[in-house]
């Protein structure tokens, strides 16, 4: 990878995804892959592979459409209560590792700091209520006040009028691919990437983004390692 630096001079505003990029996407993996998939065979007789299956066809049925990440869509379609799953399961909800060190930071330098996330309001207040993650921020903005999922380019526009953020001036990061060249498309000036969203899995580094594996980078300046 390539050394980095950040002049944070030229950032007024931070916009951080939730999932993957603050929190430990490892919870989420394992409550769509494995937990809902368990249950949802449980419920109808099946086999795991098959319910995963099954379940996997749901999910890319409607990718990219805000009733992808709607708790309450899913709880009706599925017949399984998901936000009271997401209570049940909410101890495996917590930071990577950093997170928490990198917002304190971001205080400290005086940005606004923004959670643009496309998860659901339900499960952002389960989250919010383990972790205290709003206390570290400005504000939390969830897909549905915006009315696109952020690999959309609609959503971009839409969010700027929202929060009042100057693109050139404002810096993103996400570890999603899709959204990250969205933002980018719109005239985002500064984008990260998050190489690593989940404990449990290796870095997944992309080529056309600075990618991070760790926050170290963020709050020294230092070469990417």
């Not at 603050?22 to 993996?29: G, I, Y």
């Not at 690593?196 to 980078?217: D, I």
Request: charged share 25%; net charge negative.
């Amino acid at each position: 990878m390539m050394p980095f630096h950040l002049n944070w001079s030229e950032i007024d505003d931070v916009l951080l995804d939730m999932d993957g990029t603050l929190l430990d996407r490892h919870f989420d993996n394992f409550f769509f892959e494995e937990e809902l998939p368990r249950r949802y065979a449980a419920l109808h007789g099946l086999q795991i592979e098959e319910s995963r299956d099954t379940l996997m066809a749901m999910y890319r049925s409607v990718e990219g459409e805000l009733a992808w990440t709607d708790l309450d869509y899913w709880t009706q379609r599925v017949g399984i209560d998901v936000v009271a799953m997401t209570k049940e399961l909410d101890h495996m909800i917590g930071f990577l590792i950093g997170a928490e060190e990198f917002l304190q930071h971001l205080r400290q330098l005086g940005k606004r700091v923004t959670i643009v996330t496309n998860a659901h309001e339900s499960g952002v207040a389960i989250k919010v209520a383990k972790t205290g993650l709003d206390r570290h921020v400005d504000r939390i903005v969830n897909a549905f006040e915006v009315g696109y999922l952020k690999m959309r380019p609609e959503y971009w526009p839409n969010c700027a009028r929202l929060l009042g953020f100057d693109p050139t001036r404002s810096l993103y990061m996400d570890d999603d691919e899709g959204c990250l060249m969205a933002a980018k498309q719109f005239g985002v000036a500064h984008l990260i990437h998050s190489a690593k969203s989940s404990s449990q899995l290796p870095p997944a580094p992309l080529a056309q983004f600075v990618s991070v594996t760790s926050f170290s980078p963020l709050l020294n300046g230092r070469p990417l390692i």
